[in-house]
């Protein structure tokens, strides 16, 4: 008797504590499922919106890197241009002369029209873009010996038949609403059919400045400004971030005076940056007289906004470097000098240099600074000197973002794909600089 | 068999000690504070030359403490105050014309935990020498770290491999690369923070014997926790507690014969 009962208490007890512990189990494992399942939602959420945005951006900026480009004899004709002779003494005449006119000629023989038809003529006229009289004027003053010469040269079409021919415009609606006549569509075939009408890979959207013409307007020289303005951060800050940090974190006295200026610096990371141009139009531009627009300003600026982030990264990679590998080289009888530069600093060198390429490709990004100091400019011409005035790339977009034609909203976009190549460079270079100097230890 | 039956096992029987070395060492009431906090007592303990002597003691006693006085690496530490008189031949080594940077070329250290550079086994050796200008060309320095990697009985093991990382070597080659290292620049003492902690029992065999090996020509400051190690490779033993020095004397005596009650429970091991 006793035994049964014996057997059946403690079987009863055995199944309530496993009874228990079940029940626990299937809940821990219950909130391990459910955190792993917010987990993989917030990613695929990240993932999702990354996919629209660079969907929408490529899918409207493809056309970008395309322009409708018309393949046109020009006479460059004497009665204009004057002799080759004439033109070596004195540019007036080349630099005055009627370029669209010489355009116009040229379009007229080949879709054969009587210069006498003045619409006609008008229509033809208009599928070039105005923006010829520069291209023109480059390849005469180029090579005078072209004056009398007739010449097969590739124009750029008018930006409003750039969007015709890439489908941006509905051609089906009455002729009276849309930018292209009936005319010139049948000017359009023709020269479409007869292959002098392509669409080429656009060089210009690279090399050109800012224009009001979309057709010949480029980030050129936002690159060129982008590319002034990196130089002079990198310049700048990585050489005083990293000496900063390494007093800091290896020589400075850890008292109330350095905790003080740690937290400051963890603040300035923090503070919104058009608080930094506001500095750099008070300090650099209307106390130093730099000149406003510069790339000198910007990349001042830009330093300045930089340098927190560098130091932060630096101070990390520093800590992040073993104390014994510093007693090791204290114990042999390295001076402190000796310890940090020939062993803490080389240990430290991949994650500074991560920290610096991140601050690059943020300061690469920044907008809101430049637009106090003047970097918002109509700037045709690259800056031969950081001093001279610039644009930068996000300024570029910006400006470029608040045109109302179709041909803007395109190189808008691609101008974006344009910053994230950049960016996408810069980042890629800090993953591989990060794996190729990693030390394991 | 008692304890101490098992200790007296384990004690040295090597060629019997010279009764008396002269001193290499001499540390004086030397008081260590960690701000507020008392670590040392004021210790007063001479270290005899060419002798192993190893400092025992149950955790937070302070012969970690004491180790880090004798070649200032406590120096590294803000919070840290030295007191008290260390000699190293008779000289102050906290001296301000005796410098930090010749005193730890005198008194090397091996850490806890193996801790090569993140370079070639070459250049892990050559750092030493290198900044201490003691090659004049590129043939002694490679005299140097051969013979220092011969000393601490590594070069047969990696002389085919000099320019390989010293971090791809076992855990017990790795800390007799940090070893020959430290022989490199000729120091006078070498001290050792639980060289053996770390590793497995047959490298720590290797590296006990290697250190009965360097008592030849260097005198050497070994913290163990394990006392079979202090009976095994030490000549002189102190016991420390709770940042007092609670005795010191010939290894042999202390675990036959300790004097302190202290000394007595630990190595019967009743506490630590």
Request: aromatic share 8%; hydrophobic share 45%; with cysteine.
């Amino acid at each position: 008797m006793t035994d049964v009962t014996a057997n059946g208490l403690s079987d009863n007890a055995a199944d309530t504590t496993k009874g228990r512990r079940d029940i626990g189990i299937r809940k821990r494992y219950a909130s391990e499922k459910r955190f792993k399942a917010y987990g993989v939602a917030a990613i695929s959420l990240g993932i999702f919106a990354l996919v629209f945005l660079l969907f929408t951006v490529v899918s409207k900026g493809y056309t970008a890197f395309w322009q409708t480009e018309i393949r046109v004899p020009i006479t460059f004709s004497q009665d204009m241009l004057g002799t080759p002779e004439q033109a070596a003494e004195s540019q007036t005449k080349l630099l005055m002369a009627n370029y669209p006119q010489l355009a116009r000629e040229g379009l007229a023989r080949l879709l054969e029209i009587d210069p006498e038809d003045k619409a006609a003529m008008t229509a033809a006229g208009k599928l070039v873009s105005t923006g010829v009289s520069v291209e023109l004027r480059d390849i005469v003053m180029g090579d005078l010996s072209k004056i009398g010469t007739t010449e097969e040269v590739w124009l750029y079409a008018d930006s409003e038949l750039d969007s015709a021919m890439k489908g941006q415009y509905d051609l089906n609606v009455p002729e009276s609403r849309r930018p292209i006549s009936d005319l010139q569509l049948e000017y359009i075939q023709r020269l479409e059919a007869e292959g002098y009408l392509q669409q080429r890979f656009n060089w210009g959207l690279f090399t050109h400045g800012a224009s009001s013409r979309a057709e010949t307007a480029g980030v050129g020289v936002a690159i060129l400004g982008s590319a002034y303005m990196m130089l002079i951060v990198l310049v700048l800050a990585l050489p005083i971030g990293v000496a900063a940090s390494i007093y800091l974190e290896e020589f400075a006295p850890k008292n109330k005076f350095t905790d003080l200026i740690e937290v400051n610096i963890n603040n300035l990371a923090a503070v919104p940056s058009i608080v930094f141009g506001l500095l750099g139009l008070a300090v650099f531009i209307n106390w130093f007289g730099l000149p406003r627009s510069a790339a000198v300003v910007g990349g001042l600026v830009l330093t300045l906004m930089t340098l927190p982030t560098i130091i932060i990264a630096t101070r990390a990679a520093l800590r992040a470097v073993p104390p014994s590998i510093r007693w090791a080289a204290l114990g042999l009888g390295a001076s402190k000098n000796q310890t940090v530069f020939q062993h803490v600093l080389p240990l430290a060198a991949p994650g500074i240099l991560t920290g610096t390429i991140i601050g690059l490709a943020q300061a690469l990004g920044e907008t809101a600074p430049l637009l106090l100091i003047g970097m918002v400019a109509f700037v045709a011409d690259y800056p031969d000197t950081p001093m001279d005035a610039a644009t930068a790339l996000p300024v570029q977009i910006y400006m470029w973002a608040n045109e109302a034609e179709r041909a803007f909203v395109e190189r808008t976009s691609g101008a974006i794909m344009i910053l994230l190549g950049f960016l996408a460079l810069m980042n890629i270079t800090a993953i591989f600089l990060r794996r190729r100097f990693e030390q394991r230890w | 068999m008692n304890m101490m039956e098992h200790f007296q096992a384990s004690l040295n029987k090597g060629p019997a000690v010279p009764a008396q070395m002269p001193i290499k060492m001499k540390t004086e009431n030397v008081k260590v504070h960690y701000g507020d906090k008392q670590a040392l007592n004021g210790i007063s303990l001479d270290v005899k030359e060419r002798q192993v002597t190893a400092l025992i003691g149950p955790s937070g006693c302070g012969k970690s403490t004491y180790l880090r006085c004798l070649n200032r690496m406590n120096d590294t530490i803000d919070a840290a105050k030295v007191s008290g008189k260390i000699l190293l031949d008779g000289d102050d080594i906290y001296d301000p014309d005796l410098d930090v940077v010749e005193l730890r070329a005198r008194v090397g250290m091996v850490f806890q935990k193996p801790n090569p550079f993140p370079k070639s086994i070459f250049d892990n050796v050559s750092y030493g020498p290198k900044i201490h200008g003691l090659a004049r060309n590129k043939d002694e320095l490679a005299g140097i770290v051969e013979t220092s990697l011969k000393r601490a009985g590594l070069w047969n093991e990696v002389k085919d491999r000099l320019d390989e990382p010293g971090t791809g070597l076992s855990g017990g080659q790795q800390q007799r690369l940090c070893i020959a290292r430290a022989i490199a620049v000729s120091p006078e003492v070498i001290l050792m923070d639980e060289p053996c902690s770390a590793l497995d029992p047959i490298a720590t065999a290797t590296v006990e014997t290697l250190i009965d090996e360097l008592k030849q020509n260097y005198t050497i400051v070994i913290v163990t926790h394990s006392m079979q190690q202090a009976a095994r490779v030490s000549q002189m033993t102190a016991m420390f507690h709770l940042g007092d020095l609670a005795e010191v004397g010939e290894t042999e005596k202390m675990f036959s014969n300790p004097d302190d009650k202290r000394t007595q429970d630990y190595i019967m091991g009743r506490f630590g």
